[in-house]
């Protein structure tokens, strides 16, 4: 007979779809871990759309030739295949004269009208589940997409932007194999069940959105290849069902715990959800738990009982009588709302002809209880038992019969109650385990119904990591693609850019512009970029916790900071030779020294990865003079030669204490007609002792190899000057901006480290896990490391809440330490790093760096400069004008 809870099963699992759904997140959030069994893809790149069409018998070979040809010198079909077959051995020789034969020489590969054929880059969001009320064999995946379309030359473009919801049902089978069992899961053939839904405000007509779906269901079907799930041989679950609708959505998992076979039709009665506000739930059928308390056991112990009483028999006197016992009927076990009720009637006997005989009936309610902190389910009586006896059984004999045998009974079935649920709950655990391999299921409360009993509870697994935000350039440094940015176990809402533009190559200072877009990933390269613009981002959308629940979040601003033109290889800690980046929109007024973002080291501990360096002039000003760039000014009018060149001029420390229009009016530098210009301060004399410079002004040429290969001590003949430039000078590209890269990134395990702070404390990197730590490098001459540290030290006053702080400072003076200390009120641990032992090993060239360690000692975030205030709306009310 059907129960309501199980059905024909003895017992059933129900998971909540919500929970499911956090699952998938966690397997979402491990898509970028090397190696991981089962895991969900964020982003990837395909091919989408119609084969190539071609002679049937032909179709692998036409492509790989058509591959050939691409790769290698332009021959014709004939030319090409006499090439191979002359130098190819003897049997693929005649092989390849065969295949080369059947592909004729004026023969076009032809496209039929409105092809698509191309590649696609996708971001996916995690996925959530549906199953219908009542499927046994269906579920459907959604996910939120982002795409951009490169179609092939001579084919149809896809709609733009590619962007909505990808709803698939797909068929889940179970079939033997030799390893076991085995899930075989396929995309519904019926197109009606694979859609996309575009996404509001992204413009798509429905036209569009139909157009997408056709090739989204191609993809499905054709390009993505599901392998086939092998099941344990324990695995506890052999079929599903879909039961509830709405918040209530449940996947049940009937279970025999006899280990008998499933019954007939057991599914069929398993009708609704009954997880309630749980994340799972385990229900056993009450004829399973009453087989679990031994009847039997309770009747014999009745049985051996012996009661000696004292028969008052009137004016016969009192008689001292032995009475035994026994069940007449019962014992009972009746399942009620709240507990389940024991009951009986217990004769009282004797063989003694002058004593009565009497009787015992009781009702006895027992609860099961939870020990949250053990798990463990037991058996407990509820209050006193209702007592009815004969009149000469004294009541409290009586009670105490029945709590006494009560008792016994529950504590000699303790064992088999609790592992009905300890093992409900391990084959929960180890079905989970399957796909996740940290999941939990915890007990949180158990309910007696009528038809049996429900233990719910939720399940655990790991917890959330924060959004991750990448940035590189693409389409050969026309655009900026946020493609591998994503939000572990979530979707991205939209993208907030923002970025530095100057008004023209030569400006200094530029001016902060943003741009919010929740349709694509990348963005055109904005025309006022130049080779020293910062781009930023910030990433907004939602998460599924662990649980199941959706939240909104939003990762802080990460920027990029470009790359100095410049590079010296030298050990970075010899001295401070650095660059600065500037703070966007830099008032008039504004004393430069507070309008630093960050500095960056000139120096490289390793070579470069990317192209040769710019050429470069580093000049040495005469802070003294009155026109302190004039003579530069003029050789730079005086080139005949117009090859990519870099300015540096190193002004002695202090120079920027002075406004910005006090510094820009003694420079006179007039933007357009000469070279891009950049300024530093010659910090603690870094700049003067690397380049051993003896007087100001003084000129150094460094070509694009790195080379010094022109020098000048003094004020330069103009004409000179610009004839050094036309000579060494080596032609290149355009300069184009590279960002600065740590060597660690977003989701690396962060490099261990032993050291001392400035107050001889030991400490080890790798001792801080299990809380988040937040590593800070900075420079005691840099202001904005002194803000950084300001803005740390506010941080670790939040107290139990705060992450463990390590500031390691990269000067070699370390005396200082404990005045920086005294002055900002710092009191969390400063590090002497004088040789950056350190800092290199997470290759920070930016002071201020702050890197963020989760508590599994995994890289976080990473902060280069000092940390960036975006303005909570896009300053701009549509894209930037591409360059």
């Known amino acids: 007979m059907a129960n309501p809870l199980t059905g024909g099963y003895e017992a059933v699992v129900q998971v909540a779809v919500r929970q499911v759904d956090g699952l998938l997140g966690t397997l979402h959030q491990r898509g970028d871990v090397e190696g991981a069994p089962l895991k969900l893809l964020h982003s990837t790149s395909l091919r989408v759309g119609d084969p190539r069409r071609g002679p049937r018998d032909f179709e692998a070979f036409g492509d790989w030739v058509v591959a050939y040809q691409r790769a290698g010198p332009p021959l014709g079909l004939r030319d090409l295949g006499t090439e191979l077959s002359g130098k190819a051995p003897p049997g693929v020789a005649k092989i390849l004269g065969d295949a080369f034969g059947g592909l004729d020489e004026d023969w076009v590969f032809e496209d039929p009208p409105d092809v698509v054929r191309g590649r696609a880059k996708l971001q996916l969001s995690s996925v959530t589940l549906s199953v219908p009320d009542g499927s046994t064999s269906e579920v459907s995946v959604h996910a939120h997409v982002r795409a951009h379309y490169y179609p092939d030359s001579a084919t149809t473009d896809m709609p733009v932007p590619v962007h909505g919801e990808v709803s698939a049902a797909f068929e889940v089978r179970r079939v033997q194999s030799a390893a076991g069992r085995r899930l075989l899961i396929q995309p519904s053939a019926q197109d009606s069940k694979i859609q996309f839904a575009a996404a509001p405000g992204s413009g798509l007509t429905s036209i569009d959105a139909s157009r997408i779906a056709a090739q989204v269901r191609k993809a499905l079907r054709e390009s993505f290849t599901l392998l086939p799930v092998d099941l344990p041989s324990d695995f506890p679950f052999a079929d599903f069902k879909g039961v509830g609708s709405g918040p209530s959505r449940a996947i049940a998992l009937p279970l025999q715990l006899s280990g008998a076979g499933a019954p007939a039709g ?256 990348i963005l055109p390269k904005p025309s006022g970029v130049t080779s020293l613009s910062q781009i930023c981002l910030r990433v907004e959308g939602s998460q599924i916790g662990p649980g199941g629940h959706e939240s909104a979040i939003a990762a802080g601003t990460t920027c990029h900071l470009p790359d100095t033109g410049l590079a010296i290889d030298a050990p970075s800690w010899w001295e401070p030779v650095t660059m600065p980046v500037w703070l966007p929109d830099v008032a008039d007024d504004a004393v430069l020294r507070d309008a630093v973002a960050a500095h960056l080291s000139v120096q490289r501990d390793l070579p470069p990865r990317d192209e040769p360096s710019e050429n470069t002039l580093v000049y040495f000003a005469d802070w003294e003079s009155g026109q302190p760039l004039d003579a530069l000014k003029d050789a730079l009018a005086q080139r005949r030669r117009d090859d990519s060149l870099a300015v540096i001029a190193v002004l002695p420390a202090g120079a920027f204490d002075s406004p910005r229009k006090e510094v820009e009016d003694k420079l006179a530098w007039s933007g357009d007609s000469l070279a891009p210009l950049q300024l530093t301060e010659d910090h603690e004399g870094g700049w003067t002792r690397t380049f051993a410079v003896e007087k100001t002004p003084s000129a150094y040429i460094v070509n694009a190899r790195r080379e010094f290969v022109w020098t000048h001590a003094g004020e330069p003949d103009p004409g000179a000057l610009a004839a050094a430039l036309d000579e060494h000078l080596l032609p290149g590209p355009t300069p184009r901006l590279r960002f600065v890269r740590p060597a660690v990134s977003v989701g690396d395990r962060a490099p261990d480290a032993e050291f001392s702070d400035d107050r001889g404390n030991q400490m080890a990197l790798h001792r801080l896990r299990r809380r988040p730590v937040v590593l800070n490098f900075w420079q005691a001459w840099s202001a904005p490391s002194l803000i950084e540290l300001r803005r740390l030290e506010a941080l670790h006053a939040q107290g139990r809440e705060a992450p463990a702080i390590v500031a390691f400072h990269g000067g070699k003076e370390t005396k200082g330490l404990e005045e920086i200390r005294r002055r900002l009120g710092l009191s969390f641990a400063l590090v002497p790093d004088p040789q950056h032992r350190v800092a290199r090993s997470y290759g920070v060239r930016c002071w201020p760096t702050t890197i963020t360690v989760d508590a599994d000692g995994d890289v976080e975030r990473v902060q280069l400069g000092i940390a960036h205030e975006h303005h909570d709306r896009p300053k701009g009310n549509g894209p930037p004008t591409a360059a």
């Open 266 to 521: 057991g599914l069929h009665g398993i009708t609704h959800s009954i997880t309630g506000g749980s994340g799972f739930a385990f229900a056993v059928r009450r004829e399973h738990v009453s087989s679990l308390i031994d009847i039997e056991a309770i009747r014999a112990a009745i049985r051996r009982r012996r009661i000696p009483l004292t028969v008052d028999l009137g004016w016969l006197g009192s008689i001292a009588v032995t009475y035994r016992l026994r069940f007449s009927s019962g014992p009972t076990l009746t399942f009620k709302a709240g507990a389940i009720e024991i009951g009986g009637r217990v004769e009282v006997e004797t063989d003694t002809t002058v004593a009565p005989n009497g009787f015992v009936s009781f009702k006895q309610a027992v609860t099961l209880v939870l020990d949250a902190s053990s798990q463990i389910v037991g058996l407990e009586a509820v209050s006193d038992p209702e007592v009815d006896e004969s009149l000469f059984i004294p009541h409290s004999l009586a009670v105490s019969i029945v709590k006494t045998e009560i008792a016994k009974a529950l504590a000699s079935n303790a064992l088999s109650i609790r592992r009905v649920f300890e093992d409900a709950q391990s084959n929960l655990v180890g079905g989970l385990k399957t796909f996740e391999p940290f999941a939990s299921a915890t007990y949180t409360g158990v309910e007696i119904t009528p038809d049996g009993v429900i233990a719910r509870g939720d399940i655990g697994s790991l917890g959330r990591r924060p959004p991750v935000v990448k940035v590189d350039e693409t389409h050969g440094g026309a655009a900026f693609t946020a493609f591998e940015s994503w939000i572990p176990a979530g979707r991205i809402a939209r993208l907030v850019w923002s970025w530095v533009e100057h008004a023209h190559p030569a400006s200094i200072w530029g001016t902060e512009k943003s741009f919010a877009d929740e349709h694509r990933f």
